[in-house]
């Protein structure tokens, strides 16, 4: 079975709005990011996070491990926070990430 | 720091024909990695280096595909024969050890 799943598949906000991003997998990991690829496709490392709650401006990461699980939580979203927003799994010194389908995540004015 | 830096930004091949797509890795990083990212199969792990040496390319067809990287500077991932399931983009990462990956912009091939 998949062994990462994330949700909401799409999201559509409005300007300002806040939104929370999940992603769930199914096998133990030491290692987790998250990335967000631009609509033109370049992939940008947002957060390495295998544990705990992270912070970067607008951006919280929350991961924890014994639930497999982490969040996103984009605050006061911005038109150019359009993308999607993608989380991967691995082991500690394994680059062998799996990554979710991803959350295509688009913010209207 | 220019980044990663792959090249040609958009192949596009006949099948049966070879494809050779190249990536400079971010100066100082030791490990390279590729990935394919298509709609249906989403992003897909092929093989990685570290210092130069192949590590593990359990992602990779065995047959058509190979990947090199004989100096620091740059790497190559090569598939012969090309078939149209080959379509993908080909996204090229390095890491300096910090397990954070950086992509290049990736290359776009397009097989007929």
């Known amino acids: 079975g998949q062994q990462v799943q994330q949700s909401p598949a799409s999201l559509v906000l409005q300007e300002g709005e806040n939104a929370e991003l999940q992603c769930n997998f199914s096998t133990s990991l030491n290692s987790m990011q998250w990335f967000y690829q631009r609509p033109e496709g370049s992939l940008v490392s947002l957060f390495y996070n295998p544990s705990g709650t992270k912070q970067s401006g607008r951006l919280t990461s929350t991961t924890v491990i014994k639930e497999r699980r982490s969040s996103l939580h984009i605050s006061s979203s911005q038109i150019t926070d359009s993308g999607t927003y993608l989380c991967a799994i691995g082991r500690t010194g394994n680059y062998k990430y799996v990554f979710g389908a991803g959350t295509r995540l688009k913010v209207i004015a | 720091n220019a980044g990663v830096i792959q090249t040609p930004r958009h192949k596009v091949t006949g099948k049966g024909q070879e494809a050779t797509l190249w990536c400079e890795p971010i100066s100082g990083h030791s490990a390279v990695f590729w990935y394919r990212q298509t709609i249906v199969q989403g992003l897909e792990f092929l093989t990685y280096f570290r210092n130069q040496a192949p590590i593990d390319d359990s992602g990779m067809p065995k047959e058509r595909f190979s990947a090199q990287m004989p100096n620091q500077s740059h790497s190559t991932l090569k598939i012969q024969s090309t078939q149209p399931q080959d379509s993908a983009v080909y996204l090229c990462?390095?890491?300096?050890?910090?397990?954070?990956?950086?992509f290049g912009a990736g290359t776009r091939l397009s097989v007929l």
């Open positions: 990462a390095s890491s300096g050890g910090q397990n954070t990956l950086y």
